[in-house]
């Protein structure tokens, strides 16, 4: 049975290794990138390269583009719409939802999945890599095995914005990691122990026994009780604020706290101190937006 030809747009580090893992998969490829013999090693492994961009659309029913973001997809496609008639596009770049939609509003009928990937090129194709995807159902059904062959592949609904969602989700909560890093390093610079040896020896084990917990607290959130099963609002309200004077006394500024302790102080003025410190999740969803 004969592979599914596929394009690819874009040959950075993720745009190239998306290309070998295709091609070495036995996929007629065809490649196209804006800077002429980007990734040489890809022809001596079979791969075409278009001239242009329609060019290489032409080549393949599915068309992937591995760009910088998502709205450099947008701006590179839109044009080729016509072109795109009886094709499918892939685009696996970082992107808001928002993005996400309108780059299948943009192309009119075209089936479009757009996809996250948790991953670096060099683990992309192994179960290291998770990538997650939405959009199309009927793009999914044909080309889901397609996906898959980039990684741990999870499609999560026909919303054209449910992946990026994901994506951002999931790169907030690294940032809130980073963000706790930053602030417990440099509450202790005075000590010996340095970064590192705090690091090593105090913050990075604790952490990861922290992790074990997530399960449990999102149990919490999603009954939308808020029962304790580690620690109330009242208590963590009082230990971000001893935590915050501590790195004041220290010389370190708490701009990465304070929006929590503001969150833990209303919960409890508002008569929650007895539940979940979880809770705080209700109050960002139901908090004012601001810009």
């Given at each position: 049975m ?6 690819v ?23 196209w ?5 980007r990734?040489?090693?890809?022809d ?5 390269r ?5 060019t ?43 993005q ?31 990538l ?28 054209p ?18 963000g706790?890093?930053f ?27 922290l ?28 230990g ?17 706290l ?34």
């Amino acid at each position: 049975m004969s592979k599914t030809p596929v394009t690819v747009l874009g040959l950075g580090r993720m745009g190239a290794a998306v290309a070998e893992i295709l091609v070495r998969a036995g996929h007629p490829t065809t490649v196209w990138n804006r800077t002429p013999g980007r990734a040489a090693h890809l022809d001596a492994l079979g791969a075409r390269r278009a001239p242009d961009p329609r060019t290489a659309v032409a080549a393949g029913r599915l068309i992937i583009t591995v760009l910088a973001d998502t709205p450099a997809a947008t701006e590179l496609l839109t044009p080729l719409a016509d072109a795109l008639a009886g094709r499918t596009v892939l685009n696996v770049a970082t992107g808001r939802p928002d993005q996400a939609a309108e780059l299948t509003t943009r192309l009119g009928g075209i089936p479009v999945l757009d996809a996250g990937v948790f991953g670096v090129p060099q683990t992309l194709g192994t179960p290291d890599t998770l990538l997650v995807y939405s959009g199309s159902p009927a793009a999914n059904t044909e080309f889901g095995a397609v996906v898959a062959l980039l990684g741990e592949a999870r499609y999560v609904g026909s919303d054209p914005g449910s992946a990026a969602r994901h994506d951002m989700a999931v790169l907030a909560g690294m940032y809130g990691l980073f963000g706790g890093f930053f602030q417990a390093v440099a509450m202790t610079r005075g000590e010996r122990a340095g970064a590192v040896g705090f690091t090593e020896t105090y913050l990075a084990p604790w952490l990861r026994a922290l992790l074990d917990m997530l399960p449990t607290l999102a149990a919490e959130i999603d009954s939308g009780e808020y029962p304790v099963n580690y620690s109330d609002l009242a208590v963590n309200r009082s230990g971000l604020a001893d935590i915050r004077a501590t790195a004041r006394a220290e010389g370190v500024a708490t701009d990465l706290l304070d929006p929590l302790q503001r969150i833990f102080d209303a919960e409890v003025a508002a008569g929650h101190g007895a539940a979940s410190f979880t809770r705080a999740v209700a109050a960002l969803t139901a908090a004012p937006v601001t810009s």
